[in-house]
């Protein structure tokens, strides 16, 4: 079984300034990792996700996370935000023999940009 | 490319009546998940479909069902509704394992 813990609620930062979004996941397999963002009155869409290779993965848009395997942990950054990037983000984990049925999500963080 | 379409986009409903949400995945993809987004119990996995077949279900009761189409198109069936399903169903489609398509979902509201 895997679980989620985004140990924000609510994140409240001004217009371009930076912003890092907390993930940790506890699983007794390996896993894959995903950051899905929540625009309002919106589905889910993938923003960026973790399957192999480089532990640092980037989004379009400027987001970047890092798999920190050892502190178990896949925390959200940018760099500077914009308040286009108000939302709801969620992170999610699922075991490697794949499936969405077995995505589990955290909680979510509500991102609040203030000009 | 049309993206993964859910109906209606609301749906209030009494106490004790049935629900019927649908969801049309994207061209080409043939699982359909459901998922429940209620209030301060972020999203849990409800059902996947694949190929016509149930292939998993979360902890939910049995009044949560629902069926896969030939065209892959899906509907969920929530009966004997509670006040406490009132949430944003959202519907995922997928082609390979690993990455899903969220829609925009339903939101059912029971009084």
């Known amino acids: 079984a895997q679980s989620v813990t985004q140990l924000d609620s609510q994140v409240p930062v001004f217009e371009e300034a930076p912003v890092e979004l907390r993930c940790n996941y506890s699983s007794s397999v390996s896993v894959y990792l995903f950051w899905y963002v929540q625009y309002p009155n919106q589905g889910l869409q993938l923003l960026l996700k973790?399957?192999?290779?480089?532990?640092l993965v980037e989004s379009i848009n400027g987001f970047e996370a890092e798999f920190n395997k050892s502190q178990t942990s896949f925390h959200l950054r940018k760099p500077s935000v914009h308040i286009s990037d108000t939302a709801e983000y969620f992170c999610a984990v699922s075991p490697r023999r794949g499936g969405a049925d077995g995505l589990t999500f955290g909680k979510g963080t509500h991102l609040i940009i203030q000009p | 490319e049309a993206g993964v379409t859910q109906s209606p986009t609301h749906l209030i409903k009494t106490r004790g009546q049935q629900a019927t949400l649908r969801c049309s995945p994207i061209s080409g993809h043939t699982s359909v998940y459901w998922y429940q987004q209620a209030l301060g119990l972020g999203l849990q996995f409800l059902l996947w479909y694949d190929e016509g077949e149930e292939r998993n279900r979360g902890n939910f009761p049995p009044r949560f069902s629902g069926r896969q189409f030939p065209n892959y198109s899906s509907e969920l069936n929530v009966n004997a509704l509670e006040l406490e399903d009132s949430a944003l169903y959202l519907c995922?489609?997928?082609?390979?394992?690993?990455?899903?398509?969220f829609g925009q979902g339903t939101r059912l509201t029971v009084v």
């Open positions: 995922a489609s997928s082609r390979s394992e690993v990455k899903a398509f």
């Open positions: 973790y399957l192999s290779g480089s532990t």
